[in-house]
């Protein structure tokens, strides 16, 4: 399925496809199998962070088909790099086979942000191109981030200066895990998404309430970005199984103890985007 138009289905139904990030074999294979199961297209986001821990972006690439492969996955997936600082590392995922990246030059001054989105776009093959504005909160890949709102100016005016497939405004989440309650600028979100018609990505979606990102989903969100929360479900099961198997050192058996854990969280944030059976 393109994913061009999945984007487009995903907007005018009303539904949002998840990024759930990967860290080794054992989550690919883990959110894959989910997918699967619940009929949902996928995007596996991989840091330059996580690639780096794999191996790099080759690994990545071969991991993530083989495992499609031998386990007969059907689903649409698509394997995108998350928050490239550089356009070298937006080069080296699109030499590597990476279906989709993002481009985040948020921290950049506003105009070199557009210079550096459109460079990337004139490099790639196909692959999808989402680019950030504004500056969402929290850590990515352990660098602090402050928290600066996008302006539906700004979002036109990036839009109509860039070639993207996805725009991921700044409205209020954050990366990693929440202080306080989120306070998510939906209706930003709406006047964006109406006035523009670009599908818009919500990162930072670990912790928000059920009923904002839905909310969120209405209000022109087409796709959602989850990892602390995946972290967060295969730790408390790995810990609760080294707890009462102190003898065990098969690490097969440890990594995959967080199996359940790890899928609970994510089939319910299937769930709650709507994205299942939308494959």
């Not at 080794?24 to 894959?32: D, G, Q, S, T, V």
């Not at 199998?33 to 790099?56: D, Q, T």
Request: aromatic share 8%; hydrophobic share 40%.
């Amino acid at each position: 399925m393109n994913f061009r138009d999945l984007l487009l289905k995903a907007k005018n139904e009303k539904f949002a496809i998840p990024q759930f990030n990967i860290n080794n074999l054992e989550w690919a294979k883990y959110i894959l199998e989910v997918c699967e199961e619940e009929k949902s297209p996928v995007f596996l986001g991989v840091s330059s962070g996580a690639a780096k821990y794999m191996g790099g972006f080759n690994v990545v690439v071969g991991m993530v088909r083989g495992l499609i492969k031998d386990l007969n996955i059907t689903v649409p997936v698509m394997i995108h790099l998350d928050h490239a600082t550089t356009f070298e590392l937006c080069r080296e995922a699109v030499d590597a086979g990476f279906d989709s990246i993002m481009f985040d030059g948020s921290k950049l001054d506003y105009e070199e942000n557009i210079k550096i989105t459109n460079e990337v776009k004139k490099y790639l093959k196909g692959q999808l191109l989402e680019a950030e504005i504004g500056k969402i909160g929290g850590e990515e890949d352990g660098l602090a981030n402050e928290l600066m709102f996008t302006t539906l100016e700004e979002a036109e005016d990036f839009i109509s200066k860039t070639d993207i497939d996805m725009l991921a405004p700044a409205l209020g989440s954050v990366h990693g895990i929440y202080k306080g309650e989120p306070n998510i600028k939906t209706d930003i979100m709406k006047d964006i998404s109406s006035k523009t018609n670009m599908p818009l990505v919500l990162h930072g979606g670990s912790g928000i309430p059920e009923e904002t990102l839905k909310k969120a989903v209405q209000c022109g969100i087409t796709k959602a970005n989850f990892n602390t929360e995946l972290q967060l479900g295969w730790h408390e099961d790995v810990l609760k199984f080294v707890e009462s198997n102190k003898e065990v050192y098969d690490p097969r058996k440890v990594i995959s103890s967080g199996e359940q854990g790890l899928k609970k969280v994510a089939r319910e944030y299937i769930r709650i985007l709507g994205s299942g059976g939308k494959a």
